[in-house]
């Protein structure tokens, strides 16, 4: 596994989700002249070139986070939440940093202030010379995470939340946890 698997999953699981409210919302008779699942459109989203995203693909579904279904490789939710609670934060560990500017994550992400309270008045960010934040400084998933999460706000949140349980102590964590639940396994 490499860290940006988990970006790759949590895009497609942003993706499913957004095109599930477009269904909701009356819009299945629109055509797509694109297909947003594409390998080419992943690495386009994401900053990641077409190789990387088929090879992530392909770990993931050897980890048990993807599984093949009628052709398409899809994120297993159940395995990808299991992972992301107990297993991210010793796989890929949050390095912070001194104070920068940047992306507002974890706690401090906008979509996230009021849900989530972190012990501490530190606010974290990913940094990047476009975000508009100040705070301590941490390492991302990926390096593209802070150009993928401004394009697209659900995977900001997916993203902001996994921060929040590398970083939050252990209530923090589980809160943080609680809502990624609720998020991942609605359908």
């Known amino acids: 596994m490499k860290s ?3 970006l790759v999953l949590l895009k497609w699981v942003s993706l499913e ?5 477009a269904l909701d919302r009356g819009r299945q008779g629109v055509a797509v002249s694109f297909d947003p699942f594409s390998v080419r459109e992943l690495g386009l989203a994401l900053y990641i070139s077409k190789t990387e ?3 992530s693909l392909h770990r ?4 048990g986070l993807a599984i093949r279904s009628h052709g398409r490789i899809k994120p297993n939710r159940r395995n990808m939440l299991e992972f ?3 297993g991210l934060k010793y796989a890929f560990p949050a390095k912070k940093g001194a104070p920068e500017r940047g992306v507002a994550t ?3 992400a906008p979509m996230l202030q009021g849900d989530l309270i972190s012990a501490g008045s530190e606010i974290f ?5 476009e975000g508009k934040a100040r705070g301590a400084s941490v390492a ?3 390096k593209s995470v802070p150009q993928a999460a401004l394009q697209d706000a659900l995977l900001y949140e997916y993203l902001a939340l996994i921060d929040a349980v590398r970083l939050g102590n252990q209530r923090e964590s589980k809160l943080a946890g609680q809502k990624l639940e609720q998020r991942l396994l609605q359908r």
């Not at 989700?17 to 409210?21: M, P, V």
């Not at 993931?60 to 980890?63: G, K, L």
């Not at 960010?125 to 010379?129: D, E, L, S």
């Open 4 to 6: 940006q698997d988990i």
């Open 84 to 86: 992301i609670i107990h």
């Open 140 to 142: 991302p998933l990926f």
């Open 17 to 21: 989700s957004q095109e599930l409210g």
């Open 53 to 55: 995203i088929s090879e």
């Open 60 to 63: 993931s579904v050897d980890a």
């Open 106 to 108: 974890a706690f401090a």
């Open 125 to 129: 960010v990913w940094p990047y010379a």
